[in-house]
Nanobody, 124 residues
Framework: VQLQASGGGLVQAGDSLKVSCTVS????????MGWFRQAPGKEREFVAA???????RYLDSVKGRFTISRDNAKNTVYLQMDSLKSEDSGAYYC???????????????????WGQGTQVTVSS
């Protein structure tokens, strides 16, 4: 299974950015998907997740600004990020798993597959 993340870049505070993650080698619709991020010197943290039934969960600090969605026909999960802040900067990783229970959506260890990360830098 391969996860390919893309769409990162350098933006200014207040701007929007949409990152994508395309999955191959596994039936995408059977995977629960998540986005995590990691800033230099910090631990990887959960950002958002979407289950196969399209239930979603978000990190409190991104609620109302970020939207996760999925397109099963394109084997792709998206993270639309609006009103970006400097503290949103980091490498964004997509993750997938077939056995991610609702209570574990924010846990990195619950996911089986990981993408390579795409860098998001927000300048203030």
């Amino acid at each position: 299974v391969q996860l390919q993340a893309s769409g990162g870049g350098l933006v200014q505070a207040g701007d929007s950015l949409k990152v994508s993650c395309t999955v191959s080698g596994r039936t995408f619709r059977t995977l629960h998907m998540g986005w995590f991020r990691q800033a230099p010197g910090k631990e990887r943290e959960f950002v958002a997740a979407i289950r196969t039934d399209r239930n979603t969960r978000y990190l409190d600090s991104v609620k109302g600004r970020f939207t996760i969605s999925r397109d099963n026909a394109k084997n792709t999960v998206y993270l639309q990020m609006d009103s970006l802040k400097s503290e949103d900067s980091g490498a964004y990783y997509c993750a997938g798993g077939s056995r991610v229970i609702l209570s574990a959506l924010a846990s990195a260890s619950a996911y089986d597959y990981w993408g390579q990360g795409t860098q998001v830098t927000v300048s203030s």
